[in-house]
């Protein structure tokens, strides 16, 4: 901590006396008076009806939590110039709340805020608590079009509300009477003026056109009000412009002698809006972090910023302050302005907090229409960004979510909108998810072998009869919405035109599988069970294992085939069907003439590769060291290195990889450890029976290549045939 100050104060005085001080003064200064207007318009929305006398406190609530985040990011975050505020997503959870307290009189205000305030020291400990452990990764993942309907569900309820703080009560039966002389005037300026602020700040993108068009605005609507004789205080009697209603200063909003008089028996009734509220600001800050990280084009800490923002909103909340979350447009202006430093944040904050201290006199020269058209502007960005250029870049079903949360949340409430969103997406994402093909690849014990070694005559069998063994390799999620068109494809394979001996599923690329998927399952193994084919199952975990023991009858269980991986599988399926072909005595003499004649070549090309290694071997016998292994025993591995070229005389071995997969089978006249690309892989050589070995180590190489380099071309020959096989006609030697 001490070197964090240390490194933060030596940070602020380099930048102070660098360039970046002008930018930060003028950048800061801007983005501080922009949230400044904007954090009144929204404290006079969410404190408005019954809690309209108690206004300017509410300003004072709403200032002081901005001017606490922004301050306390400043210092603590991670990405230079970030600006903190209240969120127009926040705005309408705060309002919910403040609508719907129930409570009279002064104990409303103090209830109201006390549940403002309590909501914001719940976010900040959970935010601090989700970055002090790492535990961001857990919270990024919204879908967007989630986000994308929020955000358009928020801006049009800010439009909403903005009409109705101006007196302008929406509805169908409501229309014509918008248009009339004695309410147009009331909403038309503020409505006129937050559509002119957003084409111009969309056209221009000029941080000075917000505190411009707000001098402007408030200064021609005075000058209207003098050219048609109407004083400041008629003015305000009609609501025109914003009434004082604080006795001294903004803040502290709450004393000690206010906690007794809050309703805390309101506020239990008020949890689920709190928890709302809660829930909004977290999907506000994992929004406007995100946001930030694209705009800026820099990967950002999310723990660091999750620390920082829950530092602040507890910063926030403990002084009498409302939640705030970063606010991506005026962060990103930081950057533009080349004001990428900490007092960018900290200009931002003290003009917020000019407001605040100097005392809500200059509240009383606001026109309500100007809250209502900066409440405008704000909901008009907030559409376009969800709604607008959700339409022109998202799939029709994507945008459909998007358009579905919109509808809701205007017309049942925020969470209903949330949750009816999430729902939908669920839906989407199953049906989605279930079109994915739950097989990976498909093939026969024809098409591909185990890495077992065979007898001739078995390879031939395999060649002849692997038909029978098929293979699949499964991969994904196996759930609900996929399992049946499994099942389906699984039953058609068993009652085909030729049914199988044998069927493999390989779970090694299964990362789950839910209930309904292991019933179906199991539903299909009594079937196969049934139909006399073996069922062999590879890389099962073993919660899976249960759960098939648990689901099947003991008898069914007690003939499933469980093998650690698919070679091994492979290999068991390749048995099965080895053993079927010989015990078919109906078409045993057919079948052993056919026999014959496809393994007659391989047996002669057999044949000829043992002359080559007998001969090759006795010409090698004074540089070839015998050694000999039992079953079990590592030929070469980390204990028991391998120190030159090991043939095998007798027996078989195994070469298996790291995680215990067996990469390949040696015999008589193979290297234990061939060349290419597979050796590298290899960890270890193990005997699976008794073995005899030569090995020529390679200082016996060296002398050959040097002395006797035909006898050594001769070995490679040797070595290399099976990747060159001899051409018809052509001797080998």
Known sequence: MNSYIVD???????????????????????????????????????????????????VGLVLFGGFASCLVIALAGGYRGTIAALSPALVVGMAVIASTMDARGDRLFVSVAAALILSAVLTGVFCLVIGRFRLANLVRFVPYSVAAGFVAGIGGAVCLAA???????????????????????????????????????????????????????????????AALDISSAEAREVGLLLTSTADGGLWPVLSPADLMRVEWSAIGMQIPNMLALFLISLLAVVMNIAGLEVAANQELDWDREFRAGGIASLAAGLGGGTVATIVVPASLRSKLFGAATRWTEIVAALVIASGLFLGDGALELVPSALVGGILVFAGLGMLDEGLIRGYRRLPKTEFGVIALIFVAINAFGLLEGVGVGMLATLVFFAVRLSRVDSIE???????????????????????????????????????????????????????????????????????????????????????????????????????????????????????????????????????????????????????????????????????????????????????????????????????????????????????????????????????????????EKVTSVVAEEPCRTLVMTPAARRWLETHRPALVLKLYGYLLADQFPAEPGVSSD
């Not at 503020?190 to 084409?199: D, E, N």
């Open 441 to 679: 690849s498909r093939f026969t014990a024809r098409e591909r072998r185990s890495n077992r070694v065979r007898p001739i005559p078995d390879r031939a069998i395999l060649r002849e009869e692997g038909e029978r063994a098929q293979a699949y390799h499964l991969r994904g999620y196996v759930f609900f919405g996929s399992v049946g068109p499994l099942a389906d494809h699984l039953r058609k394979a068993v009652h085909g035109a030729t049914r199988p001996d044998c069927l493999m599923l390989d779970f090694g690329a299964v990362s789950g599988v839910d209930y309904s998927a292991v019933n179906v399952l199991s539903r299909f193994v009594e079937t196969a069970n049934t139909a006399g084919v073996r069922l062999v199952l590879s890389a099962l975990p073993r919660h899976l294992t249960r759960e098939f023991e648990r689901n099947l009858p003991p008898s069914v269980f007690a003939e499933l085939l469980l093998e650690p991986n698919a070679d091994s599988a492979l290999e068991r399926c390749e048995e099965i069907v080895i053993a079927a072909w010989r015990t078919d005595e109906e078409r045993a003499e057919q079948r052993r003439a056919t026999l014959l004649e496809h393994v007659g070549e391989d047996l002669e090309r057999q044949l000829e590769l043992q002359i080559r290694f007998e001969e090759l071997v006795d010409e090698l016998s004074g540089w070839l060291d015998p050694r000999e292994y039992a079953a079990g025993e590592t030929l070469s591995g980390p204990k028991s290195p391998h120190d030159g070229l090991e043939l095998l005389v007798s027996g078989r071995a195994s070469a298996f990889d790291a995680a215990g997969s067996r990469l390949y089978q040696c015999g008589p006249g193979d290297s234990a450890r061939p060349a290419g690309a597979i050796a």
């Open 8 to 58: 933060l104060a030596r940070e602020l005085r380099s930048d102070i006396a660098s360039p970046k001080a002008v930018a930060a003064l003028s950048a800061g200064a801007t983005s501080g008076l922009g949230l400044l207007v904007s954090h009144v318009a929204f404290a006079t929305l969410i404190f408005s009806g019954p809690l309209a006398p108690h206004a300017s406190q509410g």
């Open 163 to 225: 009409m109705s703080l101006m007196d302008a009560e929406l509805g169908w039966g409501a229309f014509p009477a918008l248009l009339g002389s004695d309410t147009l005037w009331l909403w038309s300026p503020g409505v006129a003026y937050g559509i002119a602020l957003y084409w111009s700040m969309k056209r221009w993108r000029n941080p000075l056109t917000l505190p411009l068009s707000v001098a402007l605005f408030v200064g021609a609507y005075h000058a209207a009000l």
